[in-house]
């Protein structure tokens, strides 16, 4: 019973923040960072684990996948830029595929993390639906690759900005490539409210980079192992 008042709070916080976030657009009451950080103490006040909460919110796992694929729509839109860009996208996304598994590596490493636990982390870069595919071809836990890749786009949307200026990286196809590779489809929806240049860019780097790693990080990831 509880797990489904969880499944019925997730929709709702959803709903709520997003009208929120629509009169005051601050970025930590965007619906993708304010109401998991609100599960997340709610969880641990009630005492009711991850793997539960999992269990009864499944059909909100499932329904990434489409949404994900939907994505694709403005790609075909915006088929012109991506020709011309082409070069640089590629290469962003290879580059982005091999500093998201090694990053993850190097801390799973430093940090001494189980095998478990650093499989999953090595999924952390690519957006859900990839990221369980991955995790299920190297026996990694799929709930904890949900988890770290939630966790992962958050992390990017919230430093996005001051990475970009730091960086002084203005460019809106570089800041979209960037925004998909890190932290896809959370990042990729920020990427659409700055510019629509922006948001092809990482709509094209989120999808490329997730088709990549379920075909070839398997093998990349298990040589690291």
């Known amino acids: 019973m509880l797990g489904f008042l969880f499944l019925i709070l997730t ?3 959803y709903i709520v923040f997003l009208r929120i976030y629509a009169r005051f657009p601050f970025i930590l009451l965007g619906p993708g960072i304010a109401v998991p950080l609100c599960l997340i103490g709610l969880l641990s006040a009630l005492q009711f684990n991850y793997q539960q909460y999992m269990q009864f919110n499944q059909i909100l796992v499932w329904m990434i996948g489409p949404a994900t694929v939907a994505f694709a729509m403005p790609i075909y839109q915006y088929r012109s830029i991506l020709i011309r860009h082409w070069i640089s996208i590629g290469l962003g996304v ?3 595929m091999c500093a ?3 990053s993850a590596y190097a801390l799973a490493h430093y940090f001494a993390f189980d095998q478990t636990l650093t ?5 952390r870069s690519i957006s859900t639906p990839f990221a369980m595919e991955l995790a299920s071809q190297i026996n990694a836990s799929v709930e904890l690759a949900i988890l770290f890749t939630m966790l992962t786009g958050i992390a990017a949307v919230l430093l ?3 990475s970009f200026s730091w960086l002084r990286l203005n460019h809106h196809i570089a800041q979209g490539a960037a925004l998909g590779n890190a932290g896809h489809g959370l990042a990729t929806v920020k990427a659409f409210l700055h ?3 922006q948001g092809v860019a990482a709509c094209l780097c989120m999808i490329l980079s997730g088709i990549l790693m379920v075909f070839l990080g398997p093998y990349f ?3 690291l192992i």
């Open 119 to 123: 499989l999953s982390l090595m999924t």
């Open 11 to 13: 929709v709702l916080g």
């Open 160 to 162: 996005a900005d001051l």
């Open 195 to 197: 510019h629509a240049d």
């Open 94 to 96: 290879i580059l982005g």
């Open 221 to 223: 990831i298990l040589m």
């Open 100 to 102: 998201g598994v090694l």
